[in-house]
């Protein structure tokens, strides 16, 4: 069967901060937070059988365990993208993968994106950006990012109002991933308990409408352009309460943090990878003590964002 392809390199990302504000009544959390995509990506073949070539719609993933194709999130962009163009008819999936699933680095985000941008590439009549970016929007908070060919953004809200931004300076970046994983669902929930535990005032709904109204330091996107204005807000607000429950989680990022060299570690999105970011791009992987039931990955902050390759 003849047919039609595009290859993406569907990166990762970390949080380079992340603060969760109040929660709305309908149980989704406002936040604000950096995203900053990483060279570690899967590696994601879309295929589109020519005309009268078939209507099949498969997905083959190898490399880790992602679940059933209906809960697959690039699956789903594919069957999403088909509903709203009428096109196409039938595809087929491959994505090879690397990054480690349910660590906070947004790896089924990514290979949504890489789907939604490759089916875009592919398609005779494609939608507009933006259009593609609202699609992107009903899959997850993490999958427009993961959509836009920027390799920085600031976000807000439930992360899908995003401010694209030049690249940061390349960085080496050590991933420490343990062997769990954490929950984003838990996650958000030990956060509410402890917020109510501790009794102070709880944050309130309020509307954001952009940079300027944002609760943080980074209300001027400029000041987001070198890594000396953007370490000293390198938080997480997950880190604590992931941390009381899974004790690997502090003692990994002291340990990085305690590096030659290291400019700033803490957790990515819910957890559970803990990465640092270097102030070299080639930092020695020895000067790490073996990490706790868990690997550690090295890789770079990514300067772009990796286009779309046919390869029909």
Same mark, same amino acid.
């Given at each position: 069967?003849?047919?039609?392809? =595009?290859?993406? !390199?569907? $990166?990762?990302?970390?949080?380079?901060?992340?603060?969760?504000?109040?929660?709305?009544?309908?149980?989704?959390?406002?936040?604000?937070?950096?995203?900053?995509?990483? #060279?570690?990506?899967?590696?994601? /073949? /879309?295929?589109?059988?020519?005309?009268?070539?078939?209507?099949?719609?498969?997905?083959?993933?190898?490399?880790?365990? /992602?679940?059933?194709?209906?809960?697959? @999130? =690039?699956?789903? !962009?594919?069957?999403?993208? #088909?509903? $709203?163009?009428?096109?196409?008819?039938?595809?087929?999936?491959?994505?090879?993968?690397?990054?480690?699933?349910?660590?906070?680095?947004?790896?089924?985000? =990514?290979?949504?994106? !890489?789907?939604?941008? #490759?089916?875009?590439?592919?398609?005779?009549?494609?939608?507009?950006?933006?259009?593609?970016?609202? %699609?992107?929007?009903?899959?997850?908070?993490?999958?427009?990012?993961?959509?836009?060919?920027?390799? @920085?953004?600031?976000?807000?809200?439930?992360?899908?109002?995003?401010?694209?931004?030049?690249?940061?300076?390349?960085?080496?970046?050590?991933?420490?991933?343990?062997?769990?994983?954490?929950?984003?669902?838990?996650?958000? $929930?030990?956060?509410?308990?402890?917020?109510?535990?501790?009794?102070?005032?709880?944050?309130?709904?309020?509307?954001?409408?952009?940079?300027?109204?944002?609760?943080?330091?980074?209300?001027?996107? #400029?000041?987001?352009?070198? %890594?000396?204005?953007?370490?000293?807000?390198?938080?997480?607000?997950?880190?604590?309460?992931?941390? $009381?429950?899974?004790?690997?989680?502090?003692?990994?990022? !002291?340990?990085?943090?305690? @590096?030659?060299?290291?400019?700033?570690?803490?957790?990515?999105?819910?957890?559970?990878?803990?990465?640092?970011?270097?102030?070299?791009?080639?930092?020695?992987?020895?000067?790490?003590?073996?990490?706790?039931?868990?690997?550690?990955?090295?890789?770079?902050? =990514?300067?772009?964002?990796?286009?779309?390759?046919?390869?029909?």
């Amino acid at each position: 069967m003849s047919s039609r392809a =595009a290859t993406v !390199a569907a $990166q990762a990302k970390v949080n380079l901060f992340l603060h969760v504000l109040a929660r709305e009544e309908s149980g989704y959390h406002q936040i604000e937070t950096l995203f900053c995509r990483l #060279a570690l990506a899967d590696d994601v /073949v /879309v295929r589109i059988p020519d005309t009268g070539g078939g209507s099949g719609r498969t997905i083959d993933c190898t490399g880790d365990d /992602v679940g059933p194709p209906e809960d697959n @999130l =690039a699956y789903r !962009a594919a069957v999403l993208y #088909a509903d $709203q163009r009428g096109w196409p008819s039938g595809f087929g999936i491959e994505v090879t993968k690397r990054i480690p699933v349910g660590g906070g680095l947004g790896g089924g985000s =990514a290979d949504a994106g !890489a789907v939604l941008r #490759a089916l875009r590439v592919l398609d005779p009549d494609p939608p507009s950006a933006a259009t593609l970016l609202l %699609w992107a929007a009903r899959l997850g908070a993490d999958v427009p990012v993961m959509t836009m060919e920027s390799p @920085l953004a600031l976000g807000w809200g439930r992360g899908e109002q995003l401010l694209p931004l030049p690249a940061l300076p390349s960085r080496a970046v050590m991933l420490y991933v343990p062997e769990f994983r954490v929950a984003t669902r838990e996650a958000y $929930q030990w956060l509410d308990e402890a917020r109510s535990a501790g009794g102070g005032d709880r944050p309130t709904p309020r509307r954001v409408d952009g940079p300027g109204s944002l609760s943080t330091r980074a209300r001027d996107p #400029a000041t987001l352009g070198d %890594w000396g204005h953007v370490a000293p807000l390198m938080t997480n607000d997950f880190e604590a309460v992931v941390g $009381q429950r899974h004790p690997e989680i502090p003692i990994m990022t !002291a340990r990085l943090r305690a @590096l030659p060299g290291a400019a700033a570690a803490l957790m990515s999105g819910s957890g559970s990878t803990v990465y640092c970011v270097m102030s070299a791009l080639r930092p020695r992987r020895d000067l790490i003590e073996p990490p706790i039931a868990g690997t550690v990955v090295m890789t770079t902050t =990514a300067d772009h964002v990796v286009g779309v390759r046919r390869i029909d």
